[in-house]
Antibody, heavy 121, light 109 residues
Framework: EVQLVESGGGLVQPGGSLKLSCAAS????????VHWVRQASGKGLEWVGRIRSKTNSYATAYAASVKGRFTISRDDSKNTAYLQMNSLKTEDTAVYYC????????????WGQGTLVTVSS | QSVLTQPPSVSAAPGQKVTISCSGSSSNINNYVSWYQQLPGTAPKLLIYDNNKRPSGIPDRFSGSKSGTSATLGITGLQTGDEADYYCGTWDNSLSAGVFGGGTKLTVL
């Protein structure tokens, strides 16, 4: 199983940018997809986006609410995935989780502890 | 408004059984469905994947099933420690995006 640790959260003004990191330990990271999921305070889970493995051409997909503003990338040599967030809006305020989708599974298996992003002036 | 529809809350007594439904459409529920448990103040945890498979360490009190455009999570032998929010999730082919249900709060009376 993969252990995941998010970092990079914090307070940012509307219109600003922030880059989150997701550091993974475990041998299966490079073969897994990485998904980002967010949760506003007191609300449910919202899927943000994902990046597939090298085998799947690092294909990305995004929720409509963040498409064109957020970009997911990964560096398998560092066992790290990233979420670049631009043009941030107050409604992007949430705890952001990274999670992995192991090869051959449909379930988001390992989850980080989450990092809080607050967009406010 | 979530693409997948779950009841906001369910409740049952300790030792009893409860089911949580997840209703969608052919563009999403036709794919594999997974279920997640989120205890207060913690990250979600995978309970069920591929509709009905349990990761190692998940007790067989938890089960998943699917019929038509709905999926169901079943929990038997309820314990107070099962009080949590439960979410269904899958991929939506029309949206080309992952989707979650709105979540169901389980109360063990």
């Amino acid at each position: 199983e993969v252990q995941l640790v998010e970092s990079g959260g914090g307070l940012v003004q509307p219109g600003g940018s922030l880059k989150l990191s997701c550091a993974a330990s475990g041998l299966t990271f490079s073969g897994s997809g990485v998904h980002w999921v967010r949760q506003a305070s007191g609300k449910g889970l919202e899927w943000v986006g994902r990046i597939r493995s090298k085998t799947n051409s690092y294909a990305t997909a995004y929720a409509a609410s963040v498409k064109g503003r957020f970009t997911i990338s990964r560096d398998d040599s560092k066992n790290t995935a990233y979420l670049q967030m631009n043009s941030l809006k107050t409604e992007d305020t949430a705890v952001y989780y990274c999670t992995d989708l192991p090869k051959g599974s449909s379930g988001l298996t390992s989850w980080g502890q989450g990092t809080l992003v607050t967009v406010s002036s | 408004q979530s693409v997948l529809t779950q009841p906001p809350s369910v409740s049952a007594a300790p030792g009893q059984k409860v089911t949580i439904s997840c209703s969608g459409s052919s563009s999403n529920i036709n794919n594999y469905v997974s279920w997640y448990q989120q205890l207060p103040g913690t990250a979600p945890k995978l309970l069920i994947y591929d509709n009905n498979k349990r990761p190692s360490g998940i007790p067989d009190r938890f089960s998943g099933s699917k019929s038509g455009t709905s999926a169901t999570l079943g929990i038997t032998g309820l314990q107070t420690g099962d009080e949590a929010d439960y979410y269904c999730g899958t991929w939506d082919n029309s949206l080309s995006a992952g989707v979650f249900g709105g979540g169901t709060k389980l109360t063990v009376l």
